[in-house]
């Protein structure tokens, strides 16, 4: 018994994207995909150094990256890996999860609307982690808990709507009312809370990098090491979703399963960058956006939509740290006054709203 | 005419009576009471007729005015989740005050004319938008973009905010609805605007009803379409600028209580304000209570109280399948 393969040359890639094989596997890579990634991935690095020159003591740009890396005059080293680094590698982290989370969820339900914001996850995470705080002062339960608020908040939301259906506004306006009630929530929380928890407890109900706990980065860097892969295999499995439900069932795609992981993914990813960072409005419908510009229809961008995260909360941050310096704006308003009219725009011009 | 007003003018009672009852501190609702019926001690008599009695005619003109909004944007919008709140008018006129502190008037010169402009050019900015796009027919967009703009509005609100710190101490109070403090002085200021928007709200309810039944059949009727919107804008804006002076924005209330006041009375619009003038004070009322008690010796914002109120009634508007057409 020989293993015998077939001895036919392997098919030519369909136009437009490359055969990546290895060990008798093989997978094609949508090239334009792949280029807005690398373009997108190039940008970030530099947006990374320009925020890590920029600040009360300005550094050349070109210092900044080696200084990452601890060479480079010793002051520099200094200020960059131990003041500048970490916020920039929290927003770096923060955007990229909600990025991904944003394209997983609109992708889902076909419209470009549905992200964390509106159903309703960031506010059930904000919630949860601020009755952590305000209940337990342990620094493993902000985490926690903002998973638990957010996949709380995607139950009531996705099961009070009756799944995230294909015509889906009905659910958007079931997002915005739990959002309100858990929002509701969170401000009788503060304000039932003694002084010095609720000061502590401030900085999730307006989305900053300023208060990072590391370990919530930390996890927040686990998570998405874990939840990066995942998503990307299931991106390539929505991509098939678009196609009516009968037809997909008979490719031998097990839909269900495929709706749970992907909002699972997508809970977890949000509410992990919730509880390091607090509610970052907008930045989940912006990112996805971009990416699918840049990578074109055919592909579900999720490496790019990650990347483009990340750059739109590094600009935001940059942004509300110079223009009113010395005073800082959080990076959630910046986005929400950035993202607002970009989402009025987006509902009122076309018709219709689906996802290619 | 009598269905449904009874019984809403009985819940008013109550919501009254609990009000002047009920408080943070220790006047409880036995020596209040006492006060109501004429005697009391001098604490008891303090904290009921000098708190919580201006509190309480606050409360009342605001839920009144909050009430009425509601219906008559919800019967000119032709849309049962048209919410002030929701569709951005109590943003606009919070905003509005915001700026006009920012650029140097001092907080207590605001009058309520402020307000009334950013109320109207909130409500005015969500409508047309949405007749604009024509998503008029749809009414679950309309209220996607009244959220997108007020979560704008708020934004921007806080950006002045945040930039200001003489503004940003000024106006905390116009940023969180809340009914606390307020004094008879505020009434008069208000208490003109709004009997204008009741005013007007009264004389458009016949044409607006009317649209109900289509704009071309409305017209056979004798109405103009485009005057009874016009005027049913002017009253949103008069009820809700005012009411946003008294109290800051305060939301849902505009969406509870008119779908209560349809589940008593039925679509009939006059009937609906009619009950609307009762239950929409009962309203604001019972969540001032709450807010009250929740949360001893301190005191919750009295928007909060309405949100958590109101959220469900606006999932469960969303879910009836039949959505009640207006």
């Known amino acids: 018994m020989t293993a015998t393969r077939p001895a036919t040359a392997p098919a030519t890639p369909p136009p437009g994207t490359w055969r990546v094989a290895a060990g008798g596997r093989s997978v094609l890579v949508d090239r334009r995909a792949a280029l807005a990634a690398t373009v997108l991935g190039v940008l970030v690095l530099l947006v990374v150094a320009v925020s890590l020159a920029i600040g009360t003591a300005r550094l050349s740009v070109l210092d900044t990256l080696p200084a990452a890396f601890g060479t480079g005059e010793t002051r520099d080293v200094l200020l960059v890996q131990k003041l500048r680094l970490p916020r920039v590698v929290a927003g770096v982290l923060v955007g990229g999860a909600l990025g991904i989370s944003g394209v997983l969820l609109q992708t889902l339900a076909r419209n470009r609307l549905a992200t964390p914001d509106t159903v309703g996850l960031n506010d059930g995470a904000t919630a949860f982690a601020v009755a952590s705080i305000v209940a337990v002062s342990t620094s493993l339960a902000p985490s926690a808990l903002a998973l638990v608020g957010a996949a709380t908040a995607a139950a009531l939301t996705l099961g009070l709507a009756g799944g995230a ?24 929380m503060l304000a039932r809370a003694p002084i010095d928890a609720a000061n502590q407890a401030f900085p999730w109900t307006v989305g900053s990098l300023n208060a990072r706990a590391p370990l919530a980065i930390a996890l927040l860097a686990a998570g998405l090491a874990v939840a990066l892969p995942v998503a990307v295999v299931l991106g390539r499995q929505l991509r098939m979703l678009r196609l009516a439900d009968a037809v997909v069932v008979g490719l031998g795609l097990r839909v269900a399963r495929v709706r749970i992981a992907v909002i699972g993914v997508a809970v977890v990813t949000a509410g992990l960058a919730i509880a390091a960072a607090g509610p970052l409005g907008l930045v989940a419908l912006i990112a996805p956006e ?57 509902l009122l011009t076309t018709r219709t709203r689906r996802i290619p | 005419m009598r269905r449904g007003v009874l019984p ?62 509601g219906a008559v944007l919800q019967a000119a919008a032709r849309n049962p989740l048209a919410e002030p709140g929701l569709l951005g008018v109590s943003a ?17 010169s605001v009058g309520p004319a402020v307000a009334v402009l950013g109320a109207a050019a909130g409500c005015l900015l969500a409508l047309g938008a949405a007749r604009l796009r024509g998503t008029g027919d749809d009414p679950i967009r309309l209220v996607l973009a009244g959220a997108a703009l007020s979560g704008l509005l708020s934004a921007g609100t806080s950006v002045v905010l945040l930039l200001d710190q003489r503004t940003a101490d000024e106006v905390r109070f116009w940023t969180v609805g809340s009914v606390a403090g307020r004094d008879l002085g505020t009434l008069g200021e208000v208490g003109p605007v709004l009997a204008a928007g009741v005013v007007i709200a009264w004389l458009v ?43 800051g924005p305060i939301a849902f209330v505009g969406l509870v209580v008119p779908f209560l006041a349809r589940a008593l009375v039925g679509p009939d619009l006059r009937r609906v304000l009619t009950v609307c003038l009762l239950l929409g004070p009962a309203v604001v009322l019972v969540a001032d209570v709450a807010s009250r008690l ?11 109280i309405t949100a958590l109120i109101g959220a469900p009634v606006l999932v469960a508007v969303v879910r009836s399948s039949r959505m009640p057409a207006l």
């Open chain 1, 165 to 188: 259906g294909q015509r889906g506004y009905r659910f958007l306006v079931v997002g915005l009312g739990v959002g309100a009630a858990l929002g509701a929530l969170t401000q009788l």
């Open chain 2, 294 to 304: 929740l949360v001893r010796p301190y005191e919750m914002p009295l928007g909060v």
């Open chain 2, 92 to 108: 606009g006129a919070s905003f509005a005050v915001v700026i006009t502190i920012a650029a140097g008037a001092s907080a207590a």
């Open chain 2, 205 to 247: 309810a016949r044409p607006l009803s009317a649209l109900a039944l289509g704009d071309s059949t409305a017209r056979s009727l004798g109405h103009r379409p485009a005057r009874a919107r016009a005027l049913g804008v002017a009253a949103v804006a008069l009820l809700v600028g005012g009411s946003v002076a008294a109290a």
């Open chain 1, 290 to 346: 971009m990416a699918r510009k840049a990578a074109g229809p055919r592909s579900v961008a999720v490496v790019g939509s990650a990347l483009a995260g990340a750059l739109v909360v590094l600009l935001a941050d940059l942004l509300g740290r110079t223009v009113a310096a010395p005073l800082e704006l959080p990076v959630g308003i910046v986005t929400a006054v950035v993202g607002g009219p970009y989402l009025l725009w987006l």
């Open chain 2, 8 to 69: 809403s003018l009985a819940v008013l009672a109550v919501a009254v009576l609990a009000s002047l009852a009920f408080g943070a501190g220790d006047v409880g609702p036995l020596r209040a009471v006492a006060v109501v019926l004429g005697g009391g001690d001098d604490d008891a008599r303090f904290a009921v007729l000098e708190l919580r009695v201006p509190r309480t005619l606050v409360a009342v003109a605001v839920g009144l005015a909050l009430g009425l909004a």
